[in-house]
Structure formats: C-alpha cells, structure tokens
C-alpha cells in the first residue's frame, strides 16, 4: 500500500476545524486543512503570530477561510471565554485538534491557576479546551477531536501524589508526563463518547521528531536541545510531514476512534503516517479514569452530561 500523504485529505468543503497552536506543527495542520476547503481557526495566545500565520496560509492559498482567535491554554478564563465565544458564534464544530505544547523550560513554571506549565498547558488547557467545546462537537458532522501525544510518553509517568512536580522538576519527565497524560485523555474521552453516545471520534497523534520551534521556544535558543535543532537539522523531519499523522486522524475514512498514529520509520521518529505503538502505561484504563477525574477537579471544569 502506498505510503499516505496530504493528497489524500479528502474534501474538507462544509466542515468547521479548530486547530490549537500558531506555528510549526499547528501552522502545517492548519494550511493542509484550509487546503481542502475546511472553514479553519487557529486559537493560539500571540496575536501577531496569529496574525502573521492567517496572512501566511492565505498568501499560498488565496479562497482559504480562516481567521485567529485568541486563546490562553495557560489560563482557565481564558479557555472558558474562548469557548462561550465559540458556543456564541457557531452552531457545530467538526474538527478540533489539541496541538499547542510547551517542552522542557529548564526551570519549573506555573500556570496563572497554578499548574506546571507542562501539564497545565499541554494537557490540562486542553481538557478544558475540549469540555467547553463538546456541544459544538456533539452537534458537529462526523466530529472529531485529535490530540496530539509524543514519542517522549513512552517514558512517561503519571505522578498522581505529585502532578505539578512540587517536590521536584525534572523538565523532560514532566514533558513525558504531559504527553503520557494527553495520550490517555484521547483514549478515555473515546470509551465516554461511546458510552454516552456524544458521537464523535476521540484519536491521538504524535509527530516524531520534527523541525518545529517547540525546543527553542520551551529550553531556550542556547539550550542543548536547541542546538542539536539548530546543528543537526537533518535529523528532524520537516514540519509538514510531521504533521501527517494528526492530519490523517483528523481526515481519513479509516482513523478509528481509540487509534494512535505516527510515523512509520525509524523507531516512529519519521515517515508517512502508521499506526503507532500505545505505551503499555497508556493503556490502565483505571488511572485513566483517574486522571479524568483529577482534571475536572483541578480545572473545575466538568463535560456535560447531555
């Protein structure tokens, strides 16, 4: 079988996408999205980014429909807004896709409501995110929520007495949390959606190693980690090919509900989009169940029962 590209996107004509995060992995979703006719937002926290991303995709694509919203992950109120502006503007949403992220920033931070910036935005923004936005799926045609998990969970942990990293920050196990964390709401959003019948299909995505600004962004321009961005470049897969698996969950006839796709070759670090392989972490539905009742009460946010 022939390896799946962005060519196959079916016809996206009539369907509303929300895609978290400007640039990189975010900017590349969003451009194939408008390319097949999509109606897309992109919600990130930088206007001038915002901005900047819009004029970019309408400059290759001149009949593209999209606009920016802006969006703080990192700020409950901020979600909440969002969301009643959403909810006051549209009467479905067919397509959300929990991409933005924060990686490794060498010393812990916190969240406006407190988190560590990791978890609060990586994942628990986009709980939230997802709660506020779910009457608009639910009334959505054939909705979908993609959210976007690393090759960086399979080492990750779920530390229930000490999610925030208090007691200790170590940047990259807190990312791997994160992650962990994103890849097991995906899978238990789907066994609710089910068991409820809100209708939509839950998938999760990661990228691989991809050339996006995240490492710089999060470690610093002179961190290591940047380095091995900015020097060994050749290394990491282009932005938009890393962005293949989230756009074959978010569009292809055959991404199932409960799936998880990356890339194919090397490890899953590059290549076409395939199945990828669940951490055996991922798959204890119990601390799954947990987490989302964890989430809920951290963010006083619940997802609504009708």
Same mark, same amino acid.
């Given at each position: ?146 959210? %976007?998990? *690393? &090759? =960086? $969970?399979?080492? #990750?942990?779920?530390?229930? !007495?000490? @999610?925030?990293?208090?007691? /200790? ?30 209708? %939509?299909? *839950? &998938? =999760? $995505?990661?990228? #691989?190693?991809?050339?996006? !600004?995240? @490492?710089?962004?999060?470690? /610093? ?86």
């Amino acid at each position: 079988m022939a390896p799946w590209t962005a060519a196959q996107i079916p016809s996206q004509h009539g369907r509303r996408a929300l895609v978290t995060g400007t640039g990189g992995l975010g900017f590349q979703t969003a451009l194939a999205l408008a390319g097949a006719g999509a109606e897309v937002v992109i919600a990130g926290r930088n206007p001038a980014k915002g901005a900047a991303a819009v004029d970019q995709i309408r400059q290759a694509l001149p009949a593209a429909n999209v606009a920016f919203e802006a969006l703080d992950l990192a700020r409950l109120e901020s979600i909440h807004e969002f969301g009643e502006r959403l909810r006051a503007r549209h009467a479905g949403l067919d397509l959300l896709v929990n991409n933005a992220a924060v990686m490794t920033p060498p010393t812990r931070q916190l969240t406006e409501d407190g988190f560590e910036l990791q978890l609060g935005t990586n994942y628990l923004g986009h709980y939230a995110l997802t709660a506020h936005l779910l009457p608009l799926l639910r009334t959505g045609t054939d909705p979908r929520v993609v959210t %976007l998990s *690393s &090759i =960086a $969970a399979r080492d #990750g942990a779920l530390q229930f !007495d000490d @999610l925030q990293s208090a007691r /200790g920050y170590a940047p990259m196990a807190a990312y791997g949390q994160s992650k962990l964390a994103c890849l097991m709401f995906a899978f238990e959003l789907q066994r609710r959606s089910a068991a409820a019948g809100w209708g %939509l299909r *839950s &998938i =999760a $995505a990661h990228p #691989g190693i991809s050339r996006t !600004d995240l @490492l710089p962004n999060g470690a /610093g321009a002179r961190s290591a980690q940047a380095m091995a961005r900015k020097y060994l470049w050749f290394l990491f897969q282009p932005a938009a090919q890393g962005a293949l698996p989230t756009l074959y969950a978010a569009t292809a006839p055959l991404a199932e509900g409960g799936g998880y796709y990356g890339p194919a070759r090397l490890g899953e670090t590059r290549g076409a989009p395939a199945r990828a392989k669940v951490p055996a972490q991922a798959l204890d539905a119990d601390a799954a169940a947990r987490l989302w009742l964890e989430s809920a009460r951290l963010t006083a946010t619940a997802f609504p029962s009708t």
